[in-house]
């Protein structure tokens, strides 16, 4: 079974309607199962004997909330999670990720600290699919120095959600987690593993969009495409 | 490790300081780690090719939020959720739940319907912790028909959170599911499983109620106690 790859309005029109009053969910809902499936599929492919120190990088956006549900559900798991997150939003919703991932001691690191760090894992929350243009600092350094391996959620930060890596950005990472379903430059991912997660889309709401997903495993919250 | 059993007064002290600014955690989080750690512990002790048509009975408050969470997951897990909802409250956080159920065709159903079907798995989402005094219809009844068999969110409802049954309300179920730390009446539950769920714990928060809380197994979001 092929998941339909979506264009960047299609994934907007998804988006909207999971958290309208027809969709019923709440972003806190959505944001905890996204980064739960980003931080299970990080587990089946990166164990955290050998590969315990993971950085993750978020943005300012949703994808960066994902992020930070993902950094805290991987320490809770037995990683060594390190979170870069050089612009934080003022609004409540990213204030209280944060603050939940301060309460387990997850270090915040500076660009200098990141610089000088070893990871075993870069997981990339930087941008996802609203993202237009060029990546500008403080992120395009962090993507330069650290860019070249690990994990990016829903799209690698910079490439355009449809056309891949049109600004040569650089990012080609091993795996790729996709959230609902992925985006149309998933035919442009070259890495190794390519995952799904996103286990609450109704059969109905699949249907509509033509989304053609595959079924879960077991209890997991991802799937191997 | 034995985990601490908690008084009424230290439930509400966690669960308040959880969703205080100190905490940062929204209900909806909450609920959804919680429903999902019900569905999960579920699937382990009830599989779904034998066990697949379960009646879950929801509460006007948490509780039954939590049940809702449980329902949909249990849904996208391959199980027949039905959902026994008598009182669904106005506020928007459980309109929305209900709204994800309905998304996926899961029925509600009224009380002779409830009486007149077959279930493998009862789900006893009616009351938690905060629960006081004597059960009341439409809860009594359904607990009356269908109390016997099944599974508990929490506490056993009707039962005293640190007594046990002393109204004598007869709910002793097989499987118990004990949120973010057992409450003092699990000492008299008799029944064959008993599991916790609440995989966001922060260890300091752990340290300063003494909850000594088990490790959790790879990704799950329950362990057996």
Same mark, same amino acid.
């Given at each position: 079974?092929v998941p339909?790859?979506?264009t960047?309005?299609?994934? $907007?029109e998804?988006? $909207?309607e ?22 299970q599929a990080?587990?089946k ?6 590969k315990?120190?993971?950085l993750? =990088?978020?943005?300012? &956006?949703?994808?960066?909330? @994902?992020?930070?549900?993902?950094a ?5 798991f037995g990683?060594?999670?390190?979170i870069?997150?050089?612009?934080q939003?003022?609004? &409540?919703?990213?204030q /209280? ?5 301060? /309460? ?6 500076d660009?200098?600290?990141v610089h ?7 997981v @990339? ?11 500008r ?6 993507? $330069?120095?650290?860019?070249?391996v690990? @994990? ?7 490439? @355009?959600?449809e056309q891949?890596?049109?600004n040569n950005?650089?990012l ?6 996709s ?8 035919k442009f ?8 997660g996103?286990?609450f ?6 249907q509509?969009?033509?989304? /053609?997903?595959?079924?879960?495993p077991g209890?997991?919250? =991802?799937v191997?495409?």
């Amino acid at each position: 079974m092929v998941p339909k790859l979506l264009t960047q309005r299609i994934a $907007q029109e998804i988006d $909207q309607e999971l958290m309208s009053s027809s969709g019923g969910f709440a972003v806190e809902q959505l944001m905890e199962l996204a980064g739960f499936s980003v931080a299970q599929a990080i587990t089946k492919r990166y164990p955290k004997d050998s590969k315990r120190r993971v950085l993750v =990088c978020c943005g300012p &956006g949703n994808n960066g909330g @994902d992020g930070l549900v993902a950094a805290r559900h991987l320490f809770h798991f037995g990683y060594e999670p390190t979170i870069y997150y050089p612009k934080q939003p003022q609004k &409540g919703l990213y204030q /209280n990720l944060v603050k939940q991932c301060r /309460n387990l001691t997850i270090p915040f690191a500076d660009f200098d600290q990141v610089h000088a760090s070893p990871f075993d894992v870069i997981v @990339d929350a930087l941008f996802g699919f609203s993202f237009k243009g060029e990546v500008r600092d403080p992120y395009k350094e962090v993507m $330069q120095v650290k860019g070249h391996v690990g @994990d990016d959620l829903d799209i690698p930060s910079g490439w @355009d959600v449809e056309q891949g890596d049109i600004n040569n950005v650089g990012l080609n990472p091993e795996m790729l987690v996709s959230l609902t379903a992925p985006k149309l430059c998933a035919k442009f991912f070259a890495g190794k593993y390519h995952y799904l997660g996103g286990r609450f889309v109704a059969p109905s709401f699949a249907q509509k969009y033509g989304l /053609n997903l595959p079924e879960y495993p077991g209890t997991d919250q =991802c799937v191997q495409l």
